[in-house]
């Protein structure tokens, strides 16, 4: 522990001390008479984050609930919304919903404190959805298979927990607690807009139970759905390079969502009719295709050929390249791509329990099932380039190829690059079914008076199948540029040359014409392209777990207790995709392919234990109570080795219960994911920053410059000797309640958290030793050009922007990071007689460090108070981490009537660019090189709920009316530079920012 950090934690500590000196004078007073206080009377209760119940309203590890009353008030669609919107501790990119489109399928995950969270329901694990286990990221649970509409509360442990619950809760655990010992029948609707009516919600859920004193039975079930937010509903998101460099971007700083791939491109040059180039010198709008060869054998021309009989020009010319200044002038944010995908959720849940001997032997069990279709990504149509990225080649003796050459795979060195776009097949979209099924059942019973015990079985299941549009059959095309030669000329049908494909009848297709623009090909040999592509994935968990606690004998300062028990699961992943995805076919998706399916097996033992040190029986200065907890967990797993997880809590009442310091310390374990295990090599196609150019010193040359963008392919491939990442957690902090102000409350939680074995594949500095060592790189080997050539020498500076092919590198994240923070928070309630009840407070995250490096051998870089993406991020890149993030709340009631307002503040953020980690000396994202500053942004959220009068009709009992506008004064979210990745898709941060603006909705509920 460095000074710093000790510097720190003594802080909080000082202001535990100095807090507990004002309560001194009347702790004194008081101590004496504690026997017969009986506002300090300890009840037992139990919470996330321990087995054991606790005496008193606070127990060591820091936990925050989220009670029904204010789901039902936040007017939140979906339970990660309502954690971002209640609760300051979900910033990150880690805690992405519905928002994110390219890479996203609809689902929620969350990331407290930007860090792998153990999501819990009713507390036991759910199964990991099968799209986040197959997409390249951290399996994750999806959010959006819980009801909104049946949760009772959440309950946010925020600190490590695997020796209580096992893999994966670094970060901590987020509980989902659903509604059960249910009484009677409740029916509700929400419906939710945007004032322009651009994005709409609807929702209906119904509730109905029976509870009797041996048992009880509660079902629900809900619908949601929500239509689709577009780019083209927003004018952030289709901002125009002009716009760009209004806001002082530079050309390197320009988005991905600027493309430079588009019909009628041929290296660097471009269709002259192409509406890219309206307003160039040698703009031509009759031309719509370079024309056609006379037959096979006609002589080829060049580009410069061309470019002299103006068919092609030069991109540069065009005053797009001059406004963006480089080839990147095609703005797919104008096709209206998703800002939010829509989604179709059908749920139903049941709970219950039931005594069978008294309390020696109950039965319980909880169930779900959810469906999901969601639209998945809706992305721009299919970009093309030609080579080992789609394997597809032109050959030389096509009509439309007027350069005599093979193009693609086969192509001689120095052959044009040629890119395409299939504007004519629309956009890229695809529709996701998820079903999840979840079932626990159980036994439990008291063996004595104290000591109880539980047997629980789990089996829980992830299916999705994901249909995409909009992509391409490589096969056809293949098979549709090779023309149809007989007595070595083309056979012409209706003017077109014909292809060697044959349609069902045996008809010869017209051959494709990868060089023209939208609009020439003919219809049939578009549909013999357009294809529905497929893929499955498949994810389970089942496991078996005992669980035996209670007080095992008395100690002078109360019961010891202690809870022991074993756990054995199983979790299997299989998915499969279609053959053009496995043969890179897929045109304009990556590559993928059939995993024939993995099984990873944990079995565990543990124990925990509560020992009371000191008691207020025992009546000692500075010790009213002092309480110790321990636990330990011994995880074995196949594969990934084993782990043992020790923790320790304190609990110190110095004066009475109305002052509470508490401390944790824990380690904690992630458990190697299937897919990183045993899965198939993953295509991506990564934004990282490259040469520019052709490696020459002239204009468009590498030298000097640099570009960000989507260069090429990458295999990530699978490890199947991935060790568990492990991680160590501190907590600090205390809870003060003074009795002269009944209803006021203080919280500081100070937390310290480290991990290993974490990072992405960083392809900036991948790129950056090819291109400093070149053979000799420890990357050389994975690494080929476009033409499928490979570095023989060890010169510099030879993979460049277009010459760069294709990346196979393994999984081995050998990084580490830390955080550091201290969570505030502040509530009073008190009754004002006649005017009614009022509770205001506020919740806050300061974050002092968020720190990340590589491997061992790197310096830390601090992603505190900065925005990073895949395009700067160095491998950690974590979205907008700020400074500190501030919740206050005012929540009034009176006579049935109850008003909320909840407001969110994040201050100023720093978005450094290349600047960060002294990637550049100058931010090339930036025309004056220099970090550019998210400005601060608040936001204010308005619900008021009524319950309605019967006014003597017995109908109208139970009913309640709520209506509510969230972002009350439609505060649009800020520009935020960045290369366009999921962090900055939409020239914004949606996991931060608000992008739907103003949004109002009404409930309307009835109990009967």
Known sequence: MNISRLSKIAAVLCLCASTAALSTSYAQNTAAAAKDDETVRLEKFEVTGSYLPLSGTVQASPVVTVQRQEIGLSGATDPLRLLKQLTPFFSGNGNVGTEVNNGGAGEANVALRNLR??????????????????????????LNTIPTGMIERIEIVKDGASTLYGSDAIGGVVNVILRKNYNGFELGTRYGSTGSGDYVTRETYVIGGVTTKSGS?????????????????????TMTPAKFAALGTAPGGIPASMSGTFAGRVSNHILAGSPLAAGATGFRANITSPGMKSSPTAAPQTLAQLEAAGVYIPISSTPLYREVGSVNILNTTLYGNPLIVPTKRNQFVASGERELAGKSLEVFGDFLF?????????????PVTLGSANTLTIPANNPYNLFGVTLGIGAPSGAPSIRNRLEELGNRSSVNEANTF????????????????????LYSRNSATQRVLGGANGANMNQLMIPLIQNGNYVISNGRPLSVLTDSSGNNLPVYNYFALPGFNDPATLNAIRTTLFKNAVTSLRGVDLLVRGKVFEVPAGDVAIAFGGENRKEDLVSSVDALYANGLALGYNPADT?????????????????????PKQNLPGFYQLDLTSAIRYEKIQPGGHSTTPRLGLRWMPFDATFTVRSTWSEGFIAPDIFDLFGPAQGNAPSYTILEGNGSTSAGGATGRMVTGQYGSASELSNPNLKPQTSKAFTVGFVYSPKQIKGLSFTADYYHISQDKVGDIDYSSVYADLNAKGAGSAY???????????????APN????TNVGTLAIATNPSGDQMTEGLDLAVDYTWNANNLGRFNIGANANVLFNYKFRGTPRDKYNQYARNFTDSTNGLGGQNGTLASYVLKPYINHS????????????????????????????????RLDGKAYTMPSYTTVDLALSYQVPNFGRSWLKGFVITAGVNNLFGKDAPYVPGGGNNSSESNTDKSTYDIIGRFMFMELKKAF
């Open 117 to 142: 969270t153990l999501v819990l329901l009713n507390g036991k694990r759910v199964v990991t959805s099968a799209i986040s286990n197959t997409n390249g990221g951290s399996p994750s649970v999806d």
């Open 217 to 237: 039975l509660t079902v629900g079930a809900q619908h949601f759905e929500n239509t689709t937010l577009r780019t083209t509903d927003r004018a952030l998101t």
């Open 370 to 382: 959810t469906q999901t279709t969601t639209g998945g990504s809706g992305l721009a149509p299919s």
């Open 438 to 457: 979840r079932v626990v059942t159980g036994f439990r019973g008291d063996i004595t008076e104290n000591l109880k015990w539980e047997l629980t079985y």
């Open 595 to 615: 995993f024939a399916g993995g099984s990873r097996s944990n079995k565990a033992v543990f124990g925990e234990t509560t020992i009371p040190l000191i008691s």
């Open 780 to 794: 050389a080997a994975g690494f080929s050009f476009i033409d499928n050539t490979r570095l023989v020498t060890n």
């Open 798 to 801: 030879q993979v460049t922007s």
């Open 894 to 925: 009176i006579a049935g009537l109850a008003t909320s307002l909840y407001f969110t503040h994040i201050p100023k953020v720093n978005n450094p660019g290349m600047l960060f980690g002294g990637q550049s000396p100058t931010n090339t994202q």
